[in-house]
Nanobody, 113 residues
Framework: QVQLVESGGGLVQPGGSLRLSCAAS????????MSWYRQAPGKERELVAH???????NYADSVKGRFTISRDNAKNSVYLRMNTLKPEDTAVYYC???????WGQGTQVTVSS
């Protein structure tokens, strides 16, 4: 059974940083790409970043240069480092395993002064 558990969200001031974590279980993590999505109130869920099994990455234009996705296969975990946060980054952030079409429960990120 695939499980994805996010953590690390919270309230941060504009310009601040957060690091989200996603612990995966139930599949051979190192073999598959992983993604982070987000959904703001009243908006559709959107792809934020993806990392392949080999470590190549891609990002939404809105977060390029500010966010970094990484993975630790020894810990079955994927991370999202978010710097220079803006109010428009406020959303629920979800970890996603495309191979299994499986979502985490989400973690709230609020950027506000």
């Amino acid at each position: 059974q695939v499980q994805l558990v996010e953590s690390g969200g919270g309230l941060v001031q504009p310009g601040g940083s957060l690091r989200l974590s996603c612990a995966a279980s139930g599949f051979t993590f190192s073999r598959y790409g992983m993604s982070w999505y987000r959904q703001a109130p009243g908006k559709e869920r959107e792809l934020v970043a993806h990392i392949s099994s080999s470590g190549s990455t891609n990002y939404a234009d809105s977060v390029k240069g500010r966010f970094t996705i990484s993975r630790d296969n020894a810990k079955n975990s994927v991370y999202l480092r978010m710097n220079t946060l803006k109010p428009e980054d406020t959303a629920v952030y979800y970890c996603y395993a495309p191979r299994y079409i499986s979502w985490g429960q989400g973690t709230q990120v609020t950027v506000s002064s």
